[in-house]
């Protein structure tokens, strides 16, 4: 059991990002604003964890304009997936 709650990541304990991660697994990106409509989050809360998942390089962000207005994608980086995929592996095995 204590084997299992040491591959348990941190970083993906709070809800929202545990839905940022899984959206991002299955998509190869999403823009900010279909993260927030997707997530039902609020503008700072849903950047604020994407700037944790960012800072632990769990994610990547790629910014550019799109008609003169300012686009932000995400997408998860090769780290960030494995990680999340030993995470819910770990999580499977504590219910089973």
Same mark, same amino acid.
């Given at each position: 059991?204590?084997?299992? #709650? %040491?591959? %348990?990541?941190?970083?993906?304990?709070?809800?929202?990002? #545990?839905?940022?991660?899984? /959206? %991002?697994?299955?998509?190869?990106?999403? !823009?900010?604003? /279909? #993260?927030?409509?997707?997530?039902? /989050?609020? !503008?700072?809360?849903?950047?604020?964890?994407?700037?944790?998942?960012?800072?632990?390089?769990?994610?990547?962000?790629?910014?550019?304009?799109?008609?003169?207005?300012?686009?932000?994608?995400?997408? /998860?980086?090769?780290?960030?997936?494995?990680?999340?995929?030993?995470?819910?592996?770990?999580?499977?095995? %504590?219910?089973?």
């Amino acid at each position: 059991m204590k084997e299992l #709650l %040491l591959q %348990l990541e941190k970083a993906f304990e709070n809800k929202l990002r #545990l839905g940022i991660m899984s /959206a %991002l697994v299955v998509n190869d990106y999403l !823009d900010f604003n /279909a #993260l927030k409509d997707l997530l039902g /989050a609020t !503008d700072g809360n849903l950047a604020s964890h994407l700037k944790a998942l960012e800072k632990k390089e769990y994610i990547r962000v790629h910014k550019e304009f799109i008609n003169r207005k300012p686009n932000t994608q995400y997408s /998860a980086t090769t780290g960030g997936k494995a990680a999340f995929e030993k995470h819910l592996n770990a999580l499977s095995k %504590l219910i089973q």
